[in-house]
Each structure stands twice: as structure tokens, then as C-alpha cells.
């Protein structure tokens, strides 16, 4: 299993979290981890995260709403982090 570590803007990871809130179940380790980085005060959010978690976190947001740029810029940030993760 690949790992990286996935960094997002505040703005950026607000959009997300608000998006997998729901998504995510609660005793899931990946929610333990955005909660831990929403509670962080950071600019920038640092996240570890797996392949998997970086698959499930893309199909959770789709389909993104065309009017939503913030999402898509997140989108892609996450697709180029699973890219380099594969590589």
C-alpha cells in the first residue's frame, strides 16, 4: 500500500470535509484523520493519507457541481497526489 501526504489550503480543505462529513463512516481512520486536521489551526492542512484513502475521498465528491471551482481545484489536487503516490 502507497502513502503520501496530502496538503490542502484551509478553504480547500473546508470544502472537502464539509463534502465527506457524511460520507465517511465515524470510526473509519480516515475520519479521525480530516477531524484531526479540521480541529488543527493551520493555513495549510496536512494529511496522511493511503492510496485507498485518496480512491474513496475521489468517488465520495463526485459528481462535483460545474459551478463549484473550489471542489474541482481540490479534485485535481487529489487525482496529481494519487498520480505521484502510483509513480
Do not use: W
Amino acid at each position: 500500500m502507497y502513502r503520501g501526504i496530502l496538503e490542502l489550503k484551509k478553504d480547500e480543505f473546508d470544502e472537502l470535509f464539509k463534502m465527506l462529513v457524511t460520507a465517511i463512516p465515524k470510526e473509519g481512520l480516515l475520519y479521525s484523520k480530516l477531524q484531526d486536521a479540521n480541529e488543527n489551526t493551520d493555513e495549510i492542512k496536512t494529511i496522511s493519507v493511503s492510496e485507498e484513502d485518496l480512491e474513496f475521498i475521489l468517488d465520495s465528491i463526485l459528481p462535483i457541481d460545474p459551478n463549484n471551482q473550489l471542489l474541482k481545484m481540490v479534485f485535481e489536487k487529489i487525482s496529481e497526489q494519487l498520480r505521484n503516490i502510483r509513480n
